[in-house]
T-cell receptor, first 114, second 113 residues
Framework: DTAVSQTPKYLVTQMGNDKSIKCEQN?????MYWYKQDSKKFLKIMFS???????INETVPNRFSPKSPDKAHLNLHINSLELGDSAVYFC?????????????FGQGTRLTVV | AQSVSQHNHHVILSEAASLELGCNYS??????LFWYVQYPGQHLQLLLK??????LVKGIKGFEAEFIKSKFSFNLRKPSVQWSDTAEYFC???????????FGKGTRLHILP
């Protein structure tokens, strides 16, 4: 059983399109994250949700809108995609809200905007 | 604000060589520290973590790290590397009562067979 699963694994789309990436965790964790990994492998946190509530929004453009229908899911919707959005997006989850313990990562979604 | 510095961006070693990857963080209070590994084309996996207690932490695959509070460091070590250790290594920190885990920029390790 995959603990943190993301779909799709690969996503190729044109500039200006709107796309979504889904994430689900079956670990019973309270906190979920989205990270962006650029071409230089730099990992930057984008959002953190705890029990469906937005906790962290790291000055991400408002074209990016996370949605958490329940604490096991955190989806990422991106409007008006730009070339610079090309990256690998990782979903992660962690068991505690305060003093975050280790994060468990999904396999990543490689987004390519052409 | 928390930050993590990894000094070595790209390290090339021969098999059986010893490894030490540097990591420093900036935060004066209590921290949780992590090392993650990302094999080519794969997701991040936890190598080891430090929350409290013995500052010498042993992880999977023969890796260990030492937390030195006075130096704000958490260097990763392995006495004898293997070709299969070729990967990207990330140091990470969670500080205070923050919810987020901040990652360093990563060190690309390339092991020559």
């Amino acid at each position: 059983d995959t603990a943190v699963s993301q779909t799709p694994k690969y996503l190729v789309t044109q500039m200006g399109n709107d796309k979504s990436i889904k994430c689900e965790q079956n670990l019973g964790h309270d906190t979920m994250y989205w990270y962006k990994q650029d071409s230089k492998k730099f990992l930057k946190i984008m959002f953190s949700y705890n029990n469906k509530e937005l906790i962290i929004n790291e000055t991400v453009p408002n074209r990016f809108s996370p949605k958490s229908p329940d604490k096991a899911h955190l989806n990422l919707h991106i409007n008006s995609l730009e070339l610079g959005d090309s990256a690998v997006y990782f979903c992660a989850s962690s068991p505690l809200r305060t003093r975050a313990t280790e994060a468990f990562f999904g396999q990543g979604t490689r987004l390519t905007v052409v | 604000a928390q930050s993590v510095s990894q000094h070595n961006h790209h390290v090339i070693l021969s098999e059986a060589a010893s490894l030490e990857l540097g990591c420093n963080y900036s935060y004066g209070g209590t921290v949780n520290l992590f090392w993650y590994v990302q094999y080519p084309g794969q997701h991040l996996q936890l190598l080891l973590k430090y929350f409290s207690g013995d500052p010498l932490v042993k992880g999977i695959k023969g890796f260990e790290a030492e937390f030195i509070k006075s130096k704000f460091s958490f260097n990763l070590r392995k006495p004898s590397v293997q070709w299969s250790d070729t990967a990207e290594y990330f140091c990470a920190v969670n500080a205070g009562r923050d919810d987020k885990i901040i990652f360093g920029k990563g060190t690309r390790l390339h092991i020559l067979p």
